[in-house]
């Protein structure tokens, strides 16, 4: 009787699928029992249509979990692509493979024609491997172009432990994106009127990023790296040592560089304690078991009319806060962020 007059009041057409106080209102004015509001509650948590269509009112769930931080630079870097542009350059390119250094912020840029698995790999070696050496972990999102079969076999060949960011969430992969975010409206100041110039300017805006204090360590990125200051073209006479022998600026060389990553190294950690405590603020870190059924955010943009996720899908792995999921229905697999999933409550009237 409790679940038919509850359905009566929630599913029914006039009755919309509002929630638990409207629901509530209406349903205590012709009867009553016992943990009613609490009945409502569970139906509607259960309410497989509430789930995948209603507005997520908070933050969406999951801590905020930070790379494991390298202890100096070329240990760990990340890729990912910025692109396409409208249309292609007059040296015939359309996208930017940005590689950046995680403990010193050092970018290298490289313009490209695609995105293709065959160009990424070679721009890697070629761009970063041959000129800075084999770096011990690499990050990047999903995307094709990072995870395929050449890649796999090359990090393999290099012995580059290859981290793969969860499907739609940047956060996971957050040096990259603020990058980004940083560097598309400098390149954007420089095109010219048929926006076909964009790569000519691109070497330049990554030397003054490269040259600039960064706000987290303090430092510049070009000082981390190579433990010196950048000569830049405001220079007059640039500041500089004189060694007799090469072995002397060894020495001193050691010596900067050690006062540098120890100040650095502490600007990073706490900046790091300093973000998480920002985003971990107001959010719920639910841990979800193997066999579990969830929902799962529908990513991208959508019409304003269909379900805002879909499902439900089995977990069938837990690496929390990351989580494969498999749809009961093609088998299909895919591993995504917790942010990104919505349980699935059985309804117990």
């Known amino acids: 009787m409790q679940e038919e007059v509850i359905s009566c009041c929630h ?9 638990v106080n409207r629901m509530w209102l209406k349903v205590r004015t012709v009867c009553y029992w016992s943990n009613m509001k609490k009945s409502i509650h569970d139906y509607i948590r ?10 997520r009112r908070t933050a969406p769930p999951g801590h905020l979990h930070p790379i494991e931080y390298p202890q100096g630079p070329l240990e760990l870097i990340s890729m990912d692509f910025w692109g396409p542009t409208p249309q292609y350059s007059t040296n015939g390119n359309k ?24 160009s990424t790999a070679k721009s890697f070696v070629e761009q970063f491997v041959f000129k800075f050496g084999i770096p011990r972990r690499l990050v990047t999102d999903q995307g094709v172009h990072f995870n395929n079969e050449l890649m796999q076999n090359l990090t393999m060949l290099l012995g580059t432990n290859h981290i793969q960011t969860s499907a739609y969430h940047p956060q996971s992969n957050g040096l990259v994106e603020r990058f980004n975010a940083t560097f598309h409206p400098q390149l954007s100041k420089l095109y010219n009127a048929e926006l076909n110039d964009w790569d000519d300017n691109l070497a ?31 220079n007059h006479t640039p500041a500089t040592f004189k060694f007799n022998r090469p072995s002397d600026y060894w020495m001193k060389l050691i010596k900067c560089m050690n006062v540098y990553r120890q100040v650095a190294s502490k600007k990073i950690l706490v900046h790091q304690q300093q ?9 719920e870190d ?8 969830v929902f799962y955010k529908v990513p991208g943009h959508r019409p304003k009319l269909e379900e805002r996720f879909s499902g439900p899908y089995t977990i069938i792995n837990k690496q929390h806060p990351s989580y494969t999921i498999q749809n009961n229905h093609s088998l299909t697999s895919k591993r ?3 942010s990104d999933l919505k349980l699935v409550y059985q309804r117990h009237i």
């Open 275 to 283: 973000s998480k405590q920002r985003f971990d603020k107001n959010r």
């Open 286 to 293: 639910p841990q979800y078991e193997i066999n579990y059924l």
């Open 336 to 338: 995504v962020h917790v």
């Open 11 to 19: 599913d029914h057409p006039t009755a919309a699928h509002f929630g």
């Open 204 to 234: 330049p805006v990554i030397y003054a990023y490269n040259t600039g204090e960064h706000s987290t360590t303090g430092y510049s990125p070009f000082q981390l790296m190579f433990g010196r200051y950048p000569i830049l073209p405001i």
């Open 95 to 118: 996208y930017v493979l940005i590689i950046t250094d995680y403990y010193t912020k050092y970018v290298i840029a490289c313009p490209l024609p695609n995105n293709t698995a065959t």
């Open 46 to 55: 259960s309410c497989e249509k509430c789930a995948k269509f209603n507005i």
